[in-house]
Structures are given as structure tokens and as C-alpha cells.
């Protein structure tokens, strides 16, 4: 176990991501004594016969209602009537993202939970245990009510889990994980629900992804233009300057990095196909769009999302709507418009590099025989398949608003089907991108110049290193993967390190 997480300082995308692993969660002093007071008040108000939602009243449209005396009875009653979802269980990835987030937001003080609650999820997450959540049921509004509700119950002992990647009943997981199971009164079981860490979570991990194949496009798009032998006029720093967008700018002064000592072969045409031309405009305009997702993330993930809210020091039980997923809902919608259209600028340029009236003579699909060899044949067909899968879910969900709950909930931002969408674009973007960097190692091996400037052929060396070329042809899945793989990390490397 190397990655500690302490919730005394805020989380970040990098912890979602260990988190897939057993981490060692902290709940330090500053975050135990914020869960010590706000339970106390709790207890406070309650004995003062206020009324606070989910431990004195009903849940949703039945508000009205007086809830179980018997807290423990409250429990049971907020749970079992969230056991509805339907679908495929959630990525364990995803699920303990969610959890690992869930306890962060519960960590700050301000839901009235259970200190215990907090330290059951932490050594959780210490473990492989992974709660079987399913992927439909919620609308993202009052938070991620019934997918969270089967993670508690999970945690409670029941339903379902996995341990070490198997799938049993869940008392058997925590038996077998050392664990016990969780104790939850009223509030602590709507405290678990009533949150969106499931759409954060999902979109936190979905703008990682986009954001490394983001970058790895901008490197390939570099290393297509010098094997080619492109003039990097595109790039020029006045030029981008003068269009005016910050992400454009940036993304060309990325570039130039990548693509210094470029040398252009003079036998390309003065201004090449947009796939080339356009890319700092194009990745320009998705970095500023990721900029605004990087924003809405970095709140989500210090944000308190619950109902209601305990303020001890202004004596406060504040009702509200903390758990409305629009922020998050708005966010994956524009992510996964980055990925479409990302997604569509590397299959183009895929495109181009197979044809050989516009690839500079180099043999059709990159065949090194043609006829006898196919080539990327089948990978550009994949791709084409990749591309289109991610276009046809690009609709936005978070205006597709249904109302529900007794007119209750009336409007709803269905963040968790934007952020679970965006994630499943995200994963095919990355095989987007390995295919073109397959693509581009190929090109290399079927006649291609050497590339002239050095952060080119590094990528080039990175791919090479772990793809070998394809003669004769051979089944590619494996290796779009493993050039998609090597790529991303590649991309993210310093400039400093001379390697960008």
C-alpha cells in the first residue's frame, strides 16, 4: 500500500485514480473533531424535538410523514426502498472512486454523521472489497441515491460485493475482508446517499482520461507532421497569438516544444488538410473547455454535498439542495464534446496517413506488402467504429430533464448518466488515440523520413519500444492498447525532461 489520502487536505483526480488499489485513508485531527462536533449538535437538536429530514421525517415526497421512531429502524428505512437499481454492476474503479470521495464529503463536518462511518469507509478502502453498485437508478438529483444505497447496504452486509475481483454475498466479502459490518442510524444512511459522488467521481475520472489523450494527440499530431515533412507555419507563435484564445495558444507553444527542429521537406503543399492545419484551433478550444471541467471538478471535490447541512457554531440545521448535480451534470456534457470531436480529429488523421494520394507515397493502409499484407486496414476500420460509438452518445443529458418523485424532484440534471457516458467515451478516445499512434510507428517502418526534430522521435522511440512493426499482418488489438497506454504516459512527461 503506497498512496495515503488525508482528509485534512483536499483530494485530488490523482487519489480517485489510487483508490482502484487498497489506500490508506487518514482522518485527521482538524477532520475528526469537524465529525465529533456536528454529530454532538445532532444529537442536541434532535433531543430538542427539531425537525431535521431523514432522521425525524419520511425521505423525498414523503417528507410530510413522521419517520420510525427507532433510529436504527430509520436505517432500514431509508435503504430498502433505494434497493430498485437495475444494469451492470459499476466499474470497481469507479465504485471506490466514489466511496473514497463519499468519505471526504462526509469528512468535512457538516452532515451530522457518524465518526465510525468515516473510519468504516477508510478501512474499506484498505482493503479489496468493492460494493456491487448498479449502474442504473439514478437522476443525479437528490444526489446518487440508488446506486449509493446499494453501497451502503453493501457495507452493511448485505446484497452484494467483490473481493479480490470475485463476486459473492457481501457478509461473506467483509467476513473474508476482515471487516464488519456497518452500523448506520437515520441520518448516517442518508448521509451515504444523499451526495453526488457517484457523477463527480465518474467525472473526475473521465477528464483524466481526456485530458492525457488530449495531450497525446498534440504530440502525434507533431510527429504526423514531420513524417510527413509539413511546414510548421501552423504553429507560428504570432499567428496563434493573433487568434486570441488562451487554450490555442498554449496548445501551440506545447507544440513548438514537441516540434522543435522540425525541418520541412518542401514537398508537402503550402497549407496541409485541416487535420494538421487546424490542430492548435481545434485542441485549443478543447483545452479551454477542459480548463472550465477542471474547474467544476477541483469544487466538486472539496464540496460538501448532503442534506441537510449542520452548522454547530451558528446552532443550524440548514435545508437546501447541496445535493443537485448540476455543476458536474454541465461538465461531463462538455467533456464529452471534447472527446467527439478529439476523438474525430485523431481518426481523420489516421485517416490521412493511410491514403496514399495524401500520405507523400507511403503504400496503402501502410501494408509493407500490400495485397499480400493488409496493413492498418483493420485497426482504421475499428477505429472508424470507435469514432462513430462516441458520436452517437454525444447528446447532452444534463437538459434532459424528467420529472419524478411526486413532482418532488422536478427538475433533475441526470449528471450521473453525463458523467458515467463521458467516462465510457473517455476509454474509447484512448484506443482512438493508440490506433493512431500505431498508425504513425507503421509509417515509420513502411518508408516515412526520420524525424528531424527530437521530442518527434522520442514519441516515435516510446511507441516503437513497445510495438513491434506489423509484417507480416497479425491480430492488433493488443497493441493499439499498448501503444494507447504508452502514449498517455509519454505525453504527460515534462518538457524539462526533454520529452513532452
Do not use: W
Not at 452500523?183 to 481526456?210: F, H, I, K, M, Q
Amino acid at each position: 500500500m503506497t498512496t495515503e489520502v488525508d482528509f485534512d487536505v483536499p483530494l485530488r483526480i490523482a487519489d480517485l485514480r489510487a483508490a482502484r488499489d487498497p489506500i490508506k485513508v487518514v482522518v485527521g485531527p482538524q477532520a475528526r473533531d469537524r465529525v465529533t462536533a456536528a454529530r454532538t449538535f445532532l444529537s442536541t437538536v434532535l433531543g430538542d424535538d427539531r425537525a431535521v429530514y431523514g432522521a425525524t421525517t419520511g425521505f423525498g415526497a414523503l417528507v410530510g410523514y413522521a419517520g420510525r421512531a427507532d433510529l436504527r429502524d430509520q436505517a432500514d428505512n431509508t435503504l430498502a426502498h433505494l434497493g430498485a437499481g437495475q444494469g451492470p454492476d459499476l466499474d470497481p474503479e469507479v465504485v471506490r472512486a466514489t466511496l473514497l470521495l463519499r468519505a471526504a464529503s462526509l469528512a468535512r463536518g457538516a452532515s451530522g454523521v457518524s465518526p465510525h462511518v468515516i473510519d468504516a469507509l477508510a478501512a474499506m478502502l484498505a482493503t479489496t472489497f468493492v460494493p456491487a453498485m448498479p449502474r442504473l437508478g439514478s437522476v443525479g438529483a437528490s444526489g446518487d441515491l440508488i446506486p449509493l444505497g446499494a453501497a451502503a447496504q453493501a457495507l452493511r452486509g448485505r446484497g452484494h460485493a467483490y473481493l479480490d475481483g470475485v463476486r459473492m454475498p457481501a457478509a461473506e466479502a467483509l467476513k473474508r475482508a476482515g471487516l464488519e459490518p456497518l452500523p448506520l442510524d437515520g441520518r448516517d444512511a442518508l448521509a451515504l446517499v444523499n451526495g453526488t459522488s457517484l457523477t463527480t467521481a465518474a467525472t473526475a475520472l473521465a477528464l483524466d482520461t481526456v485530458r492525457a489523450a488530449h495531450r497525446a494527440v498534440q504530440v502525434l499530431t507533431c510527429l504526423l507532421a514531420d513524417l510527413l515533412g509539413s511546414d510548421t507555419q501552423f504553429l507560428d507563435a504570432r499567428l496563434l497569438r493573433a487568434y486570441g484564445h488562451p487554450g490555442t495558444v498554449d496548445v501551440g507553444a506545447r507544440m513548438r516544444r514537441v516540434s522543435d527542429g522540425l525541418v520541412a521537406s518542401g514537398r508537402r503543399p503550402l497549407q496541409e488538410p485541416y487535420s494538421i492545419r487546424c490542430t492548435p484551433q481545434l485542441l485549443g478550444a478543447a483545452e479551454d473547455a477542459l480548463r472550465y471541467v477542471d474547474a467544476v471538478v477541483a469544487a466538486d471535490l472539496a464540496s460538501v454535498t448532503d442534506n441537510p447541512l449542520f452548522f454547530p457554531d451558528d446552532d443550524l440545521v440548514v435545508h437546501g439542495g447541496n445535493f443537485f448535480g448540476q455543476p458536474a451534470a454541465f461538465a461531463a456534457d462538455v467533456l464529452s464534446m471534447v472527446t467527439a470531436q478529439v476523438g474525430n480529429l485523431a481518426e481523420r488523421q489516421l485517416d490521412l496517413l493511410v491514403d496514399p494520394n495524401r500520405n507523400g507515397g507511403l503504400p496503402p493502409m501502410l501494408a509493407a506488402g500490400p495485397g499480400r499484407q493488409h496493413g492498418l486496414q483493420g485497426v482504421q476500420l475499428a477505429s472508424t467504429a470507435l469514432v462513430t460509438e462516441i458520436r452517437r452518445d454525444t447528446m447532452p443529458a444534463s437538459m434532459q430533464s424528467v420529472p419524478t418523485n411526486l413532482h418532488n424532484q422536478d427538475v433533475v440534471p441526470l449528471g450521473t448518466q453525463a458523467a458515467l457516458r463521458a467516462l465510457d467515451q473517455a476509454r474509447l478516445l484512448h484506443l482512438v488515440v493508440g490506433s493512431l499512434a500505431l498508425g504513425l510507428r507503421q509509417a515509420a517502418y513502411v518508408g516515412a523520413r526520420e524525424p528531424t526534430a527530437s521530442g518527434c522521435a522520442g514519441a516515435l522511440a516510446a511507441v516503437a519500444a513497445v510495438v513491434p512493426p506489423v509484417d507480416p499482418d497479425r491480430p492488433l488489438d493488443g497493441d493499439v492498447r499498448r501503444a494507447a497506454d504508452v502514449i498517455a504516459d509519454f505525453s504527460v512527461l515534462s518538457p524539462e525532461s526533454g520529452r513532452t
